[in-house]
Nanobody, 126 residues
Framework: QVQLVESGGGLVQAGGSLRLSCAAS????????MGWFRQAPEKEREFVAA????????YYTDSVKGRFTISRDNAKNTVALRMDNLTPEDTAVYYC???????????????????WGQGTQVTVSS
C-alpha cells in the first residue's frame, strides 16, 4: 500500500520559517520524482517545487524561488520542503506527490503525479 504522509505544517508569522516533511512507504522511493503542491482557499492546486530521483535537479515556481528549498533523503524515504521568509500569500494546504516514472518535463502538472499525501496546513499571519 502506497502512502505519503506530510508533517511540519503550522502557524507562523510573516518572515518566519517552516520545514515540511513527507515520508513515503510502499514504493521504491529512490526511483520516484517528488513534488510539492499547495492549494489556498478557493484556489486551484498549484505547483510549488519538484526534485528528481537523485536530488541533482530541483525546480521551483517563480514565487518561491530563493525562499523555498526542496531536498530528499533516499535512505530515509523522505522529501522535505524548507520554507523561509514566509508571507501570508504562502498560506495553503501543502501536498506531497510522487511520480512513479521519475520526474518528467511536465513536473508542474498535477496529472503527472500518481500518488498524493493528505496535505498539511500552513498558515502565515501578517
Amino acid at each position: 500500500q502506497v502512502q505519503l504522509v506530510e508533517s511540519g505544517g503550522g502557524l507562523v508569522q510573516a518572515g518566519g520559517s517552516l520545514r515540511l516533511s513527507c515520508a513515503a512507504s510502499g514504493l521504491t522511493f529512490r526511483t520516484l520524482g517528488m513534488g510539492w503542491f499547495r492549494q489556498a482557499p478557493e484556489k486551484e492546486r498549484e505547483f510549488v517545487a519538484a526534485i528528481n530521483w537523485s536530488g541533482s535537479n530541483t525546480y521551483y515556481t517563480d514565487s518561491v524561488k530563493g525562499r523555498f528549498t526542496i531536498s530528499r533523503d533516499n535512505a530515509k524515504n523522505t522529501v522535505a520542503l524548507r520554507m523561509d521568509n514566509l508571507t501570508p500569500e504562502d498560506t495553503a494546504v501543502y501536498y506531497c506527490a510522487a511520480d512513479r516514472e521519475g520526474l518528467s518535463y511536465s513536473y508542474t502538472r498535477i496529472s503527472e503525479y500518481n500518488y498524493w499525501g493528505q496535505g498539511t496546513q500552513v498558515t502565515v499571519s501578517s
